[in-house]
T-cell receptor, first 111, second 112 residues
Framework: QKEVEQDPGPLSVPEGAIVSLNCTYSNSAFQYFMWYRQYSRKGPELLMYTYSSGNKEDGRFTAQVDKSSKYISLFIRDSQPSDSATYLC???????????FGTGTQLKVEL | DAGVTQSPTHLIKTRGQQVTLRCSPKSGHDTVSWYQQALGQGPQFIFQYYEEEERQRGNFPDRFSGHQFPNYSSELNVNALLLGDSALYLCASLLAGGPEQYFGPGTRLTVT
């Protein structure tokens, strides 16, 4: 079983839709949960991260962690064509906080 | 405030050759991690440098080596290149002990 699993998509939604992106993880000791956005042929950009359980909101983005289910989500409200990218969940672990990534979900927001 | 920078942007090498990639971390960061990202996959951790020492290493062969300089910049060296080494190589910088890691734009390596 992979440490972090993510549906690769692709996911296609109309402009203005609410998008839900999800990951599951296997190690209950994980504490931090990160979301990165990666545009084609660019480096990943840190969107937000949460510590332990609960929700965190930043503008149109909400990150949610359910530690009992080992399930993390990123919601995007009022999605825009500029949100079209690959979204990667990542979990830091170990003394140096090496990141373990999901495979990424490719999102396309259509006009 | 300059973010993480990497050079070169693109590189084409032949099997068996050696390559060196460079990274300058975000201002104030003292730790550099390197990742390999194959097409359609998430980045895979190669190794991390802190205080000029390799602190952690992922499942990569010894052909992959690195270095960190006193100014915290870092190099990734790959010897005896294989076709399978073709990927986007990403550098991430962080402040030791913190969770936030910021990535550079990457170096796209093509091995022919």
């Amino acid at each position: 079983q992979k440490e972090v699993e993510q549906d690769p998509g692709p996911l296609s939604v109309p402009e203005g839709a609410i998008v839900s992106l999800n990951c599951t993880y296997s190690n209950s000791a994980f504490q931090y949960f990160m979301w990165y956005r990666q545009y084609s042929r660019k480096g990943p950009e840190l969107l937000m991260y949460t510590y332990s359980s609960g929700n965190k909101e930043d503008g149109r983005f909400t990150a949610q962690v359910d530690k009992s289910s080992k399930y993390i989500s990123l919601f995007i409200r009022d999605s825009q064509p500029s949100d079209s990218a690959t979204y990667l969940c990542a979990i830091p672990a170990g003394g140096g906080n090496k990141l373990t990534f999901g495979t990424g979900t490719q999102l396309k927001v259509e006009l | 405030d300059a973010g993480v920078t990497q050079s070169p942007t693109h590189l084409i090498k032949t099997r068996g050759q050696q390559v060196t990639l460079r990274c300058s971390p975000k201002s104030g960061h003292d730790t550099v991690s390197w990742y390999q990202q194959a097409l359609g996959q998430g980045p895979q951790f190669i190794f991390q440098y802190y205080e000029e020492e390799e602190r952690q290493r992922g499942n990569f062969p010894d052909r992959f080596s690195g270095h960190q300089f006193p100014n915290y910049s870092s190099e990734l060296n790959v010897n005896a290149l294989l076709l399978g080494d073709s990927a986007l190589y990403l550098c991430a910088s962080l402040l030791a002990g913190g969770p936030e890691q910021y990535f550079g734009p990457g170096t796209r390596l093509t091995v022919t």
